[in-house]
């Protein structure tokens, strides 16, 4: 929730080769505007003062097809110490980390010596899986949100990650049976120095374990709200392949997962020391299926631009009829969809947020739109309930009415709805 005003500096870089395989003639598939970073919140009441704002234009590699945006921001405006985003507040990742833990210690036959390594492991929510289990654990994570987990029993270290950090933890914690990295994977410019930092890390057995937003679900459900600048890369499998070859890393099994709306797990180790299974073949041979990625790409920029035109005629005509419209949820993709559909406080009166969230009492990025208490704002029964977690909204709605909300509820995408 950095203020603009504390933002001193800007290393941010803009992407003229492809970050996988370096391939210069990179292709535009859709840009959606200029982004203000999507964490950086200030406090409701405090006079306005500058904001930046980066453009958020999405590329397509040619060659390894990997699609990715086309500028680097800086990631010390974008991770800031007081970041606010912590994964232990939603019982989805709960569940999906518990069944990560449950999974790969089963797949992989780990020992209660085993070390489990989690990069960008936030408030230790990942690990916490681990360690009940039994395992060593050990976190590396930028922001003050490592506090959170060390304050919990999780080990972890403050930095952010890359070859010397993957070279230097084994030398002093040593080797990893597994390094995870759940949804931030994409996060990091320099993709091959993580890599390289894995390879160090782990064991001659060790797997390394991804989660991601897939490329799949991306187009299929037109999640353009997910394009903003902390997500450098959207993965397809096919890509992911391509990128682990040159590093002697191969996958060895993966699987979709419904995380973020629509994520692909992958496990990757040195070529040659544990078996591929079929699962890996099958999906590559799915992606292939599906026909070029620059068409698939070109029609979910046509539906983009349909989804925008539609959901602003609905809410017009709601907004005609006298309604008063608030939104449920501010996770980062509600800023992109405000942002790129031009939302302000005079459509949307407030976001609610559960209580406890460092983003209560703070303007969305870029707008005037505050962030309230969720059963506050819903206590003055508005008519309408914008859900921007629209890919959770049928685990949202009832809890809703349980919480003695009776108006209508909005889902943005893929369609904007009515329910």
């Known amino acids: 929730m950095n203020s603009p005003d504390d933002v001193v500096s800007n290393t941010s870089k803009i992407v003229t080769e492809c970050q996988a395989c370096g391939c210069k003639d990179l292709q535009s598939a859709l840009f959606v505007g200029y982004m203000p970073p999507v964490n950086q919140m200030r406090p409701v009441g405090k006079r306005l003062g500058e904001q930046p704002a980066y453009p958020a234009e999405v590329l397509v590699c040619p060659e390894c097809h990997l699609v990715q945006l086309g500028l680097v921001v800086d990631p010390k405006i974008l991770f800031a110490p007081d ?10 990742l709960h569940d999906n980390f518990d069944d990560l ?11 209660s010596t085993d070390l489990v390594v989690d990069i960008g492991s936030n408030d230790g929510t990942l690990l916490s899986k681990f360690k009940k289990r039994g395992f060593k654990v050990l976190g590396i994570e930028p922001t003050d949100a490592g506090d959170i987990a060390n304050a919990m029993g999780i080990r972890t270290e403050k930095g952010f990650f890359g070859e010397a950090t993957g070279k ?14 759940a ?6 410019d320099d993709v091959h ?3 390289r930092g894995v390879v160090e890390l782990l064991d001659e057995k060790g797997v390394f374990i991804n989660e991601s937003h897939y490329l799949v679900p991306f187009l299929d459900d037109l999640q353009y709200d997910t394009i903003y600048h902390e997500h450098l890369r959207y993965y397809s499998l096919t890509a992911q392949k391509a990128l682990f070859e040159p590093h002697g ?3 060895t099994h993966a699987r979709p997962i419904q995380s973020h709306g629509g994520s692909i797990r992958v496990y990757a180790c040195r070529k040659g020391k544990r078996s591929a299974l079929p699962s890996v073949e099958r999906i590559l041979t799915e992606e292939s299926a599906r026909g070029p990625w620059e068409a698939q790409l070109a029609a979910f920029r046509k539906r983009v631009v349909a989804s925008k035109l539609n959901l602003h005629a609905l809410l017009a005509q709601l907004k005609t009829g006298g309604k008063r419209i608030v939104g449920i949820g501010a996770p980062s ?11 302000n ?5 407030a976001v609610g947020e559960v209580p406890g969230s460092r983003k209560i009492d703070r303007y969305m990025p870029g707008t005037l739109i505050p962030v309230r208490d969720e059963a506050q704002l819903l206590a003055s029964q508005p008519d309408v309930a914008l859900i921007f977690s629209w890919h959770i909204a049928d685990e949202l709605m009832p809890k809703l009415r349980q919480r003695g909300f009776k108006g209508q509820f909005l889902i943005p995408l893929p369609e904007p709805r009515l329910v």
Do not use: Q, W
């Open 345 to 349: 406080e005079e459509i949307i009166e």
């Open 249 to 251: 890393l191969e996958i």
């Open 83 to 92: 970041y606010p985003y912590t994964s232990g507040t939603t019982k989805i």
């Open 193 to 195: 120095a993580v890599v």
């Open 333 to 343: 993709r509600a800023s992109t969809m405000i942002t790129y559909v031009g939302l």
């Open 101 to 111: 833990a449950r999974e790969s210690s089963e797949m992989l036959n780990l020992k």
């Open 183 to 188: 949804n931030c994977f994409a996060h990091i």
């Open 168 to 181: 230097d933890t084994a030398a002093r914690h040593g080797k990893a049976a597994i390094v995870t990295c």
